[in-house]
């Protein structure tokens, strides 16, 4: 049995695959949620070695302390896909790819604090 915030058999936390998809957004909330980020800093960065699981586990504990975030990548091949990547394995909604930053937002499951 794997407690939680250790590592599956597949590197995973224990929690992430469990999470709920986070709900599909309109394009108004979506543009909503991009100008609430707009003042914020990139809480996690992705390197040259793309989206890995360290890199999953880092957002994962971003959106759970923050619920909107930024994610600035470097170098990316195809931000397109590092973004969808992102998305898909926090279960967060993308809302927006300006540049090489990402922002995504994922409602805490208790008591949401930031509404589209």
Known sequence: MV?????GERGERKGRADRPQA??????QRQSL?????????????????VT???????????????????????PVDKRADA???AEGARAALCGLVGHTVILWR???DRPSIVP
């Open 107 to 109: 409602p805490r499951e």
């Open 23 to 28: 709900p599909a957004l309109t394009g108004a």
């Open 34 to 50: 991009r100008g609430q980020a707009h003042s914020l800093k990139p809480l996690v960065q992705v390197g040259h070695e793309g």
């Open 84 to 86: 969808a990547s992102l």
């Open 53 to 75: 699981d360290a890199v999953l586990d880092a957002l994962d504990e971003a959106l759970l302390a923050h619920e909107l975030v930024k994610v600035r990548l470097h170098a």
């Open 3 to 7: 407690e939680a915030g250790e590592k």
